[in-house]
């Protein structure tokens, strides 16, 4: 059993976490003569059996909530919508997670229930089982009573209760995390039942059981009650559901694909990367993945000598007093590392002087006040591929997609207000380029705005998220805007990738800061000669290398573009007489920047070739007798699966030149 981690699908937003006990009797009812989506569709003849929910303006609702408004106008509001339609399968799911809950606590009594959402990709719910995991014979088991309970097209029905009224049902069923959970709700409760189980739940769910007709019960992990490891281990079942057996069976399909992909098994297998005991949740990457992450670092170099960027190296311990002028400290304390020394005398975390610093933008500030600025030296660009310490909790690590020390392609940018927006247009040209070379091809744009605790005054913010908005809107790229999602010192761009097996990933961010200079009191002198406040824009292109890393091996499958590979060609001697003029043509192109090696083992050649193939190596360079004495290679490229034949060396040179440099480079 794995521990629950960020790769794992998370609750979707708006998704509301479920409590879940079996039917007893209640004081609640439900509401008498309510105006619901169900009554004025069928009022208008709009109800058909296929009726799944409905979009109320642009908020999904089912069909037993009572909605808000004038009849008339929430008529007109209403649009049903089927089981087929896209925004029904957050309803599926939801209701599945349901009535997987109440397959659980009927074959495995004492079986306590705590969170239940539906999620991107599917649903889970967290369980307290006294006797510990499930097993797949178990999963199986729950699976077939599910269909016992769809089978039976048993109704979700809706109720309100008192909290006094929740809360003695659940002391009479002993259910102590529901309780605990009661008391951060607010009167009144809503209650869903469905086949004798009940669950606190806001919904919205489907009418009966009989629209849950494909679903699949897919892993088991472990999973902290409200993700504290000081808490409870629970364990967390999780699954996926959809409106037809077809689209079941394709995402299954992509699953199967996801495990051969998963990058902590490819890690292994192409020893990329791997974790020691002594250093918890930080990768030591081996030889050939910290070949991969210094030609990613190098790549990145590159692009920034060409943008005008300025490399800085800024230390990793810092007084926490840099934390507390920025205003981190607050927000990041419990996932921040502190350190002292024997001088230092201190027994309390809390009284620490230094700590690991989790970011770079408040070094990156003090840098800009280190020295009286002009306003011609703006814009300033700085990059910094500093080592980053973060606590993450065991419970939530993962692969080297989580993990505790990292380095971010991080980047600030100091300027006026008035060149902010061509800053920020001059990332987005940048970024996508970078999504290019890795051969992401769909890009999902969402500008997050200020979160309810925030610092700095409201107009400063207007004049951020505006900045953002028209610099989007300028380039013409189709956006959304996540209120409230920005960070606490200024909204963000967030920029979306799909993967290989169409799996969304957020990578790039560009941030407008205009709280960070006023913190740390940084102006430049203007043509005016008096002394103006600066904007500071944080930005990353692949934000954490490791996470990014994690997710490019996924995508590829462990075959990285031929210019980041950690080893760009194999020779393969045919027999041991060739071995010295392989090492001496693997030299001979390791001279001109090329990775080779040369594969002189005692195993025959078509040994060599699968092992160059397992590792997927670009190229493959095979040299015998024939070579040997024309001065050429036959050669054979990984993404064409072809062979290219024999080849002199220059053309073998120019081949590999061409077909090893960044594409980016290459404009």
């Not at 814009?379 to 997609?401: C, K, M, N, Q, W």
Request: net charge negative; aromatic share 8%; hydrophobic share 40%.
């Amino acid at each position: 059993m794995s521990a629950a981690s960020p790769s794992s699908p998370q609750p979707l937003q708006g998704a509301q976490p479920d409590v879940g006990v079996h039917h007893g009797q209640s004081e609640g009812a439900m509401l008498e003569g309510a105006v619901t989506a169900r009554t004025l569709l069928a009022a208008e003849e709009r109800l058909t059996m296929g009726t799944v929910a409905a979009l109320y303006g642009n908020e999904l609702v089912d069909l037993h909530t009572p909605l808000d408004g004038a009849a008339s106008s929430m008529a007109t509001a209403l649009v049903p919508l089927d089981a087929e339609s896209p925004q029904a399968l957050e309803i599926i799911r939801h209701s599945t997670a349901h009535v997987m809950a109440s397959a659980v606590q009927r074959l495995f009594p004492g079986t306590q229930v705590t969170f239940g959402p539906a999620t991107e990709n599917g649903f889970y719910y967290d369980f307290d089982r006294p006797a510990g995991s499930f097993s797949e014979e178990e999963l199986a088991r729950i699976e077939a009573e599910m269909l016992r309970i769809i089978e039976t097209d048993a109704p979700f029905e809706r109720e309100v209760l008192s909290k006094e009224a929740a809360r003695a049902l659940l002391t009479d069923l002993g259910e102590h995390y529901k309780l605990e959970h009661l008391e951060r709700l607010e009167d009144p409760i809503s209650v869903y039942r469905v086949g004798g189980w009940v669950d606190l739940c806001r919904g919205p769910h489907v009418p009966s059981t009989r629209f849950l007709k494909a679903f699949k019960l897919t892993a088991v992990a472990g999973a902290y009650w409200r993700g504290d490891e000081r808490n409870p281990m629970l364990q967390r079942i999780y699954g996926t559901a959809f409106p037809s057996a077809k689209s079941l069976r394709i995402h299954l399909q992509q699953l199967e694909l996801a495990k051969a992909r998963d990058h902590r098994k490819l890690g292994r297998e192409l020893e990329l990367f791997a974790f020691l005991d002594s250093a918890p949740a930080s990768p030591v990457f081996l030889p050939r993945g910290a070949t991969v992450y210094s030609e990613l670092v190098n790549y990145l170099r590159g692009l920034y000598l060409r943008d005008g960027y300025t490399e800085v190296m800024t230390p990793e311990l810092f007084d926490r007093k840099l934390f507390e002028t920025s205003g981190h400290l607050p927000s990041y304390a419990d996932n921040m590392y502190f350190g002292m020394t024997r001088d230092d005398k201190v027994e309390n975390v809390d009284d620490a002087r230094l700590c690991l610093k989790p970011m770079n933008c408040p070094a990156h500030a003090a840098i800009y006040g280190l020295k009286r600025r002009s306003y011609r030296e703006l814009p300033l660009r700085l990059a910094d591929f500093g080592r980053l310490h973060r606590y993450e909790r065991s419970g939530v690590v993962h692969g080297i997609t989580r993990v505790r020390s990292f380095c971010q392609d991080d980047g600030h940018i100091f300027c006026t207000q008035e060149q902010g927006a061509g800053e920020i247009s001059r990332f987005i040209d940048l970024v996508t380029a970078v999504y290019r070379d890795f051969a992401f091809s769909e890009m999902r744009v969402i500008v997050a705005t200020r979160p309810d605790k925030r610092i700095g005054s409201d107009d400063v913010w207007e004049a951020a998220e505006r900045m953002l908005l028209d610099s989007v809107i300028a380039k013409g790229i189709a956006h959304e805007v996540a209120e409230g999602e920005g960070a606490f010192y200024g909204p963000k761009i967030e920029f979306h990738l799909k993967d290989a097996l169409s799996r969304s990933w957020q990578l790039g961010t560009i941030q407008a800061d205009f709280n960070l200079p006023e913190r740390f009191d940084l102006t430049y002198v203007g043509a005016d000669n008096l002394p103006h406040r600066p904007i500071m824009l944080h930005r990353a292109l692949l934000g954490s290398l490791e996470r990014f890393l994690g997710v490019l091996i996924e995508h590829c499958g462990g075959a990285f573009p031929a210019w980041l590979a950690p080893e760009q060609i194999v020779i393969a001697s045919v027999a041991a007489p060739f071995a010295e003029a392989a090492e001496a043509r693997a030299q001979a192109l390791r001279t001109l920047g090329i990775r080779a090696i040369a594969d002189s083992s005692d195993n025959k050649l078509g040994a060599k070739i699968r092992s160059a193939r397992l590792l997927r190596v670009p190229f493959i360079g095979v040299l015998g007798e024939q070579e040997a004495q024309g001065g050429g290679l036959s050669l054979r490229r990984r993404e064409e699966g072809k062979d290219l034949g024999l080849l002199p060396w220059d053309t073998v040179v120019s081949t590999l030149q061409s077909a090893l440099a960044p594409p980016s480079a290459t404009v």
